[in-house]
């Protein structure tokens, strides 16, 4: 069905499906992506479910103002960085308002908003990043009404590492195969643009006591091929001395986001090399996006970092980011007292995730 309140309404049955907006602006602040989310479980065992959503050009006046204070990063002015900060509030919440249209009757069901953006990095006295949102995230909870999670690279940063990558552990809970029984396959996401970014999603049945070793390829078009080689190579061998039995997971499906023209020539770069199986590159033919497609991926991965907030489950990983240890990321901005006592009541809900008996002795 094509009407996205009629497949919402097929399957929101009870608490355990959650309605999300996730909110995402690009790093050239040139684009927003927002979409409506609909998960289904929790932590762990989170599943994406649907997906609806659209991108907004951001009006040349909010772009002029972001070059205006991105210029004089190193001394930004208070005055110029609030009226951008209210300009870009003002855009979001009328993307965001766009895309509740989407929820028909559940509307009120929608939990929070979770936003990402670029942010303004700047140094303190010691040399130490500091992360700026460039929204006004209690602008955005007074105008639509929502609680708003944002500001996800801080505690990461406070905890001693870069604040990115942020994307590994959401793109491996919408994507990655981790069938309850028998998860039979890694998966590769990857994303195009400057720099060509590749996620390996390990098999994962869920219990694991840890997180799976999820690993990040970053490289140059010209040196992708070579460095995606070697990073399969170094995850067969982590998987092999993880499993003392059962079949060793093949490396499958290959999803790539990103501009035509990227995902055409990364596709047959990697069927010329024979690197992986399966390569998807057109979304809305295969199951297994989710309903994700080029113009809803960030902001899904917005989403799914909210989500893990309310999960209270951490969001970044240490040996990708730099960080000393896993933290749980983002700040909440109450909404109406309607939508934040919501919020709580799914938070309160919270129970420690399952794992396997060997683990838990």
């Not at 989170?46 to 070059?67: C, D, M």
């Not at 590749?198 to 091929?225: C, M, T």
């Not at 999960?311 to 970044?316: A, E, H, I, R, T």
Request: aromatic share 4%; charged share 25%; with cysteine.
């Amino acid at each position: 069905m094509d009407d996205p309140a009629a497949r919402i309404d097929r399957v929101l049955q009870d608490r355990s499906h959650r309605l999300v907006i996730g909110l995402a602006v690009n790093p050239t602040v040139s684009a927003l992506q927002c979409v409506l989310m609909m998960t289904d479980g929790h932590g762990k065992f989170l599943r994406l479910r649907h997906v609806a959503g659209q991108t907004f050009p951001i009006p040349e006046t909010i772009r002029n103002s972001w070059q205006s204070v991105s210029a004089s990063r190193d001394n930004p002015t208070l005055k110029s960085t609030r009226q951008f900060m209210s300009e870009m509030a003002d855009f979001q919440s009328q993307a965001i308002e766009s895309v509740k249209r989407h929820a028909g009757k559940y509307v009120d069901r929608i939990l929070a908003v979770a936003q990402t953006d670029p942010g303004l990095w700047v140094e303190d006295f010691d040399g130490r990043k500091i992360y700026c949102a460039l929204s006004d995230s209690q602008r955005v909870a007074d105008l639509t009404g929502l609680t708003v999670i944002d500001n996800f690279p801080v505690n990461d940063v406070l905890s001693g590492g870069s604040g990115a990558p942020l994307e590994p552990l959401p793109l491996w809970l919408a994507f990655a195969d981790r069938h309850e029984r028998v998860a039979s396959e890694h998966r590769i996401v990857i994303l195009a643009a400057e720099q060509i970014r590749a996620f390996l999603l390990p098999a994962s049945d869920g219990l694991d006591a840890e997180l799976p070793p999820i690993g990040l390829v970053q490289a140059p078009k010209i040196d992708f091929a070579d460095a995606l080689a070697k990073a399969l190579d170094l995850l067969q061998r982590k998987t092999t001395q993880r499993l003392r039995s059962g079949p060793l997971p093949t490396v499958g499906k290959t999803l790539i986001f990103g501009d035509e023209e990227q995902k055409s020539a990364i596709k047959t770069m990697l069927t010329q090399r024979s690197l992986v199986g399966e390569i998807t590159s057109v979304h809305h033919q295969v199951a297994e996006s989710r309903g994700v497609d080029d113009d809803s991926i960030r902001a899904t991965i917005a989403g799914l970092l909210g989500i893990l907030h309310i999960d209270q489950m951490q969001g970044n990983l240490p040996w990708l980011t730099g960080a000393t240890d896993q933290r749980v990321l983002g700040r909440l901005t109450p909404g109406t007292p309607s939508n934040w006592r919501q919020l709580v009541r799914e938070m309160s809900d919270f129970s420690p995730p399952a794992m396997k008996l060997k683990d838990a002795i």
